[in-house]
């Protein structure tokens, strides 16, 4: 079992940046691939982000690319995602996920934070 705590959202200018935090409880975090994923007002829930189990692998919706960087520290049970550049149709929701599986589909994850909201504005 993981609980996820997401923090790090606010309201930012485009143009700035926003590092992301996912907390999670328990001692097999460093078992598990970490997802990040949005959902914006009105839109469903999207894949932004996520990482192998060990940090060896990462990959990016190409809406992001470029501007995210995702990192976890197995020693704290923290997963990151560091959002530069940002622009105003980034703002949603944010949520972490852990799961056996690195990938994109929202259902290879078993665990989801409650998410942090991120606005940008113009």
């Known amino acids: 079992q993981v609980q996820l705590v997401e923090s790090g959202g606010g309201l930012v200018q485009a143009g700035g940046s926003l590092r992301l935090s996912c907390a999670a409880s328990?001692?097999?975090?460093?078992?598990?691939?970490i997802g990040w994923f949005r959902q914006a007002p009105g839109k469903e829930r999207e894949f932004v982000a996520r990482?192998?189990?060990?940090?060896?692998?990462?990959y990016y919706a190409d809406s992001v690319k470029g501007r995210f960087t995702i990192s976890r520290d197995n020693a704290k049970n923290t997963a990151y995602l560091q959002m530069n550049s940002l622009k105003p149709e980034d703002t949603a929701v944010y949520s972490c996920?852990?799961?056996?599986?690195?990938?994109?589909?929202?259902?290879?994850?078993?665990?989801w934070g409650q998410g942090t909201q991120v606005t940008v504005s113009s």
């Open positions: 996920a852990a799961g056996i599986t690195a990938a994109q589909t929202m259902g290879e994850y078993h665990y």
């Open positions: 990482i192998s189990w060990n940090g060896a692998s990462t």
């Open positions: 328990g001692r097999t975090f460093g078992t598990y691939a």
